[in-house]
């Protein structure tokens, strides 16, 4: 077997290359290990992971996936109405939060919107190929959108797949901020929401067709306010949860329970 060795000069040389580099391996890893992940629908140059707002993602989804447990994706303003992924079934999400992620808008619900999708011919959008607006996991936080035009599926799991038409939660671990929920329905419960702590946020026009919960169904509000929200059973405002300091105004049930 054959050996080799560096002289001095070799080793010198090495030396002056491995410092030259340490400087683009620093870059590389402060990109991979970024706790901000940047997306702008109109941005011309995404380039994974979207550490930069240079290359920020176009879509929220795209963020998301490379995003890692505790990291923040940051929404500048814009209409996102593209992409989608189903969780339960094939019920699809415009944007489905399956980590304990902070997903926040720079601007706030007024200029930042994730939009779901009604079925035409549908009066209230329901079908198979509906899109819900958000999925949130337990741990997550979304921060600052409005979420509209959300729909569930006619069929499939009541619980999963026929309910929360704007935003679907694991449970009250996963959280919505100063958020507005807006012209969403669900062919089952919860028409704005299901599940889920809701703080500072706005739920109106919202419906659940077949059970309760126009505006939301389960969970925790607080300090919200649920106007002209309808159920056809029960809670045209809110259903089966529990509200601290809100307001109802306007909402209505075919059966039992307008508020």
């Not at 729909?151 to 901020?177: F, H, K, P």
Request: contains cysteine; negative net charge.
């Amino acid at each position: 077997m054959k050996t080799f060795s560096l002289g001095r000069n070799s080793w010198l040389t090495v030396g002056v290359l491995l410092l030259a580099l340490f400087p683009f391996c620093l870059t590389l890893y402060a990109q991979d290990s970024s706790p901000i992940h940047y997306v702008n629908v109109s941005n011309a140059t995404p380039v994974a992971p979207f550490v930069t707002w240079a290359t920020a993602a176009t879509n929220i989804q795209d963020a998301i996936d490379v995003a890692e447990n505790g990291n923040t994706v940051l929404v500048t303003n814009g209409v996102y109405a593209s992409g989608g992924r189903a969780v339960y079934g094939t019920m699809t999400n415009r944007v489905a939060v399956a980590k304990a992620v902070v997903v926040r808008s720079v601007n706030g619900p007024a200029v930042t919107v994730i939009q779901g999708y009604h079925v035409l011919g549908n009066y209230e959008g329901f079908g198979d190929g509906a899109i819900r607006c958000v999925y949130l996991t337990n741990g997550a936080v979304l921060s600052g959108f409005t979420l509209t035009n959300g729909a569930t599926r006619l069929s499939g799991d009541n619980g999963r797949e026929q309910s929360g038409g704007g935003v679907w939660c694991e449970s009250t671990n996963a959280m919505i901020t100063n958020c507005t929920l807006t012209g969403n329905s669900a062919e089952y419960e919860g028409g704005g929401a299901y599940g889920g702590t809701l703080n500072n946020c706005t739920l109106t026009g919202n419906s659940a067709d077949y059970d309760g919960g126009g505006g939301a169904y389960g969970g925790t509000l607080n300090n919200c306010t649920l106007t002209g929200n309808w159920a056809y059973y029960d809670g045209g405002g809110a259903y089966g949860g529990t509200l601290n300091n809100c307001t109802l105004t306007g909402n209505s049930a075919e059966y039992e329970g307008g508020g």
